[in-house]
């Protein structure tokens, strides 16, 4: 519950990779939380873990690229109910991107991506984006 101190809040980052005017997501598996819909990749940060490290070693593991640079966060986002706070991540990558653990990878405008069925916070990020 929100004003609640027993739960730590969990910190997630999101990349924000951009490819000209388009912008990468991924189709989350059917079997977990949000299954088949879009999102951002990245993941939880582990303890002390930096930003940049938990941001490398995630899309190592989802996309087999590697992260060159991580800039300062975008937006920062309470999941609606859960412990996730979603750090959306402007960051450059080396190599082409594959889906390693996703259903599937698109590129697209944020135009383009409202359109698609996002998971919450993901959604909420992209609504900002084509607001501007």
Do not use: N
């Not at 059917?30 to 582990?46: A, D, I, M, N």
């Amino acid at each position: 519950m929100t004003g609640e101190t027993s739960g730590a809040r969990i910190r997630v980052v999101a990349a924000v990779i951009r490819r000209d005017d388009q912008l990468l997501v991924c189709q989350r598996p059917v079997s977990k939380r949000h299954g088949g819909l879009w999102e951002f990749p990245g993941g939880k940060c582990e303890p002390g873990e930096s930003d940049h490290d938990a941001i490398g070693r995630e899309l190592q593991e989802e996309l087999g690229v590697v992260v060159v640079d991580v800039a300062a966060p975008l937006m920062v986002i309470a999941d609606p109910d859960s412990p996730y706070d979603i750090v959306f991540l402007p960051t450059r990558i080396a190599g082409e991107p594959r889906a390693l653990e996703h259903e599937a990878l698109t590129w697209g405008a944020p135009v383009v991506l409202a359109a698609l069925p996002l998971a919450p916070s993901d959604a909420r990020f992209v609504a900002s984006l084509v607001a501007g």
